[in-house]
């Protein structure tokens, strides 16, 4: 696992903080001043935007280092409202980026939406991982969020009209870096540990996918 942080030090942090620095060092050139206060609160956004890249990058490899080890995951169940976490997360973290790709948010649940006892801190986690997953392979259409119960089990489907999965990438999924990124691994290791079970299905390329979680109603 430090083999695996050392990856992300060398390819992945890169990025965000070539960025951020180039940002300020611009920003100590006469050149700023020139460009229009809607410019300038536009190149602010974007380094605000690898920041916050960079954040996340470093907040996923020690997540998933503890759960790798199985340090510090205590779990504190209560009850949430899957309807109103769902689209809660979605108006704080993601509505705006939503909207500037024209993407599609909906969600569909029966008339009494699942209410459910578990840790909202981790599923919140999940969720947000598989909804910024949903966003970065789909370029035009959206994201269906949808929620049910089944037995003594809530189902949330993640449906999206992305680049899809090839029969190839499936088993690989869920591994650490699939596509150079940690997060469905941690969102696998996390519904795991929530006594739950994620899985995705997918036609093919370019033919969207829906990724599945099955969690107890009762944890």
Do not use: C
């Amino acid at each position: 696992m430090e083999n695996d942080f050392l990856r992300i030090a060398r390819h992945q942090l890169k990025g965000p903080v070539t960025l951020i620095k180039g940002y300020l060092s611009f920003w100590q050139s006469d050149d700023y001043q020139k460009f229009s206060p809607e410019k300038q609160k536009e190149l602010i956004n974007k380094a605000l935007a690898s920041a916050e890249k960079l954040n996340v990058l470093i907040n996923d490899a020690f997540l998933a280092l503890s759960l790798e080890r199985k340090e510090n995951l205590k779990i504190n169940p209560e009850p949430i409202q899957l309807k109103e976490l769902v689209e809660a997360i979605y108006n704080e973290n993601f509505k705006t980026s939503y909207e500037n790709k024209g993407l599609y948010f909906r969600t569909e649940t029966e008339e009494n939406p699942p209410v459910i006892n578990s840790d909202k801190y981790y599923l919140t986690i999940v969720l947000r991982k598989l909804l910024d997953n949903a966003e970065k392979y789909t370029k035009s259409g959206g994201i269906t969020v949808s929620l049910q119960k089944e037995n003594k089990y809530a189902i949330i489907g993640i449906k999206d009209t992305g680049i899809g999965l090839t029969a190839e990438e499936k088993p690989l999924l869920f591994t650490k870096f699939f596509r150079g990124s940690l997060s469905l691994n941690i969102a696998k290791e996390i519904t795991d540990a929530l006594s739950g079970e994620i899985f995705v299905e997918s036609a093919g390329q370019n033919q969207g996918a829906k990724f599945i979680i099955k969690i107890p109603l009762t944890i």
